[in-house]
C-alpha cells in the first residue's frame, strides 16, 4: 500500500527570501535523488489557521521504501545540514488509503 | 488558482468502531453535496509523529468557491451538529501551488 509523506514547516528565513528559495530549490534537488521518492512537490501552505508556509510531499510504493528513504545518507545529511538549522517549525503527516 | 483545504483530525469515538465508521460516511455525504467541492476523499494518517488519525481533504477551483462551501448551510450545519460534538482535536492546511 502506497504512503503519502508529507511534512509541513516553516523557515527561518524572510518569506521571498533568496535563503527561502535556495532551501526550497536544495531540498527538492536533493530528496528527489533518493531511490523510491515519487510525485515530489513542494507546496504553500496559504490557511491563515497554521503558520506553516511550505510543504514537501512523495509518495513512497510501500513501508520498504519509506525505510530506505529515512536512512539514506542523502536525506540524513540533508536533515543535520539544512533542515535542523534552517527549519523553525514542522509538522509530520503520513497518509495512507 | 485551485486550493487544496484540508483538515486532519482524531475523533471523540474509539478507532474502528461504528460512530467512527458513520461519522466518517457522514461527513462524506454531506460535504460532497456542496457546489465547489471536487476531488474528496478521506483519508488514514500514519504517522506516529502526530496524534491525528483521519483527513478529510477536498479542492476548490478558486477562492470564490472555497468561500461558498464554508457559508453552505450544509457546511455549517455539519460543524454545528457533528464536528464540534465529536472532533477532540483538528488541525487545518490549505495548499496552492
Known amino acids: 500500500m502506497s504512503i503519502q509523506?508529507?511534512?509541513v514547516?516553516?523557515?527561518i528565513h524572510a518569506p521571498g527570501s533568496e535563503e527561502e528559495r535556495?532551501?526550497?530549490e536544495t531540498g527538492r534537488r536533493?530528496?528527489?535523488?533518493?531511490p523510491?521518492?515519487?510525485?515530489?512537490?513542494v507546496r504553500r501552505q496559504v490557511?491563515?489557521?497554521?503558520?506553516l508556509r511550505h510543504q514537501f510531499t512523495m509518495v513512497f510504493a510501500d513501508e520498504d521504501a519509506y525505510?530506505?528513504?529515512n536512512a539514506?545518507?542523502?536525506?540524513?545529511d540533508f536533515v543535520a545540514r539544512r533542515w535542523v538549522p534552517e527549519v523553525a517549525a514542522f509538522q509530520e503527516y503520513d497518509f495512507s488509503n
Open 72 to 76: 539514506h545518507p542523502a536525506h540524513v
Open 47 to 51: 490557511s491563515p489557521k497554521s503558520d
Open 9 to 11: 514547516f516553516r523557515l
Open 5 to 7: 509523506h508529507t511534512v
Open 36 to 41: 523510491g521518492v515519487t510525485d515530489f512537490a
Open 30 to 34: 536533493t530528496l528527489t535523488q533518493i
Open 67 to 69: 525505510d530506505a528513504y
Open 22 to 24: 535556495e532551501f526550497l
